[in-house]
């Protein structure tokens, strides 16, 4: 393209042979390649080819600093994988002599809801979720642990609340809701197929979570 591409080999080979030290001591610099003769065979190009070598030489240095970049940055940093649930075995309320354990579920994705009768904002969430699992028609699996709770007031809260799920009983010390690092009560957990909890919720747990976390660990069985 005109003067820019115009430069002969022989400029170019002067340029390098006035950029290179002579034959002399080591670490000396020869008249050849002192800055005052490279800068004068430099001056005496034409401004194309004079910004030909430039242009070439802003190049370099960009693609220099774009390698520097590329070879000090790692692999995208990945998220840990998800906790994995600690395993239980419970009495089922009211039935001393039956249990239910979290190897029960091997291989199926589970909501684990604590709750107790004793608790505030259970009352208005366990009917909530004795509903939504009724609506599942069997489509998911949703336990229920009742925590510090006696077994008579249990009992009764959850036939009020026409809850149909399974429901394991953990009375003080309450291995079982201070392994899954339960403070407060209600709190519901999520967990995948393989018994990794993926979401957790503090607190009342609304439809909408319901929905949400059962959506998330159903996906995930689906892929694995």
């Given at each position: 393209?005109?003067?820019q591409?115009?430069?002969?080999?022989?400029?170019?080979?002067?340029?390098?042979?006035?950029?290179?030290?002579?034959?002399?001591?080591?670490?000396?610099?020869?008249?050849?390649?002192?800055?005052?003769?490279?800068?004068?065979?430099?001056?005496?190009?034409?401004?194309?080819?004079?910004?030909?070598?430039?242009?070439?030489?802003?190049?370099?240095?960009?693609?220099?600093a774009?390698?520097?970049?590329?070879?000090?940055s790692?692999?995208?940093?990945?998220?840990?994988?998800?906790?994995?649930?600690?395993?239980?075995?419970l009495?089922?309320?009211?039935?001393?002599?039956?249990?239910?354990?979290?190897?029960?579920?091997?291989?199926?994705?589970?909501?684990i809801?604590?709750?107790?009768?004793?608790?505030?904002?259970?009352?208005?969430?366990?009917?909530?979720?004795?509903r939504?699992?009724?609506?599942?028609?069997?489509?998911?699996?949703?336990?229920?642990?009742?925590?510090?709770?006696?077994?008579?007031?249990?009992?009764?809260?959850?036939?009020?609340?026409?809850?149909?799920?399974?429901?394991?009983?953990?009375?003080?010390?309450?291995?079982?809701?201070?392994?899954?690092?339960?403070?407060?009560?209600?709190?519901?957990?999520?967990l995948?197929?393989?018994?990794?909890?993926?979401?957790?919720?503090?607190?009342?747990?609304?439809?909408?979570?319901?929905?949400?976390?059962?959506?998330?660990?159903?996906?995930?069985?689906?892929?694995?």
């Amino acid at each position: 393209m005109g003067e820019q591409e115009s430069m002969t080999v022989e400029e170019k080979s002067s340029l390098r042979s006035a950029a290179q030290p002579g034959e002399g001591e080591a670490g000396a610099v020869t008249e050849a390649a002192s800055p005052h003769r490279l800068i004068g065979r430099f001056r005496s190009l034409s401004r194309g080819r004079r910004l030909a070598i430039t242009s070439s030489a802003g190049l370099l240095a960009v693609v220099a600093a774009i390698a520097a970049i590329g070879s000090t940055s790692g692999p995208p940093a990945t998220a840990p994988p998800a906790p994995p649930a600690p395993a239980f075995t419970l009495s089922v309320l009211g039935h001393s002599g039956e249990h239910i354990s979290l190897a029960g579920f091997a291989g199926r994705p589970l909501v684990i809801n604590f709750f107790a009768s004793w608790c505030t904002p259970c009352q208005q969430e366990t009917p909530l979720l004795a509903r939504f699992y009724r609506s599942a028609h069997g489509s998911i699996t949703l336990i229920g642990i009742d925590v510090n709770d006696k077994t008579s007031a249990g009992l009764k809260f959850t036939a009020a609340a026409g809850v149909s799920y399974p429901v394991g009983f953990d009375p003080y010390p309450m291995h079982t809701t201070i392994s899954y690092g339960v403070a407060a009560l209600p709190q519901t957990f999520f967990l995948n197929a393989q018994h990794r909890i993926v979401k957790r919720v503090a607190g009342a747990v609304t439809v909408q979570e319901l929905k949400a976390g059962v959506a998330q660990i159903t996906k995930q069985a689906e892929r694995s």
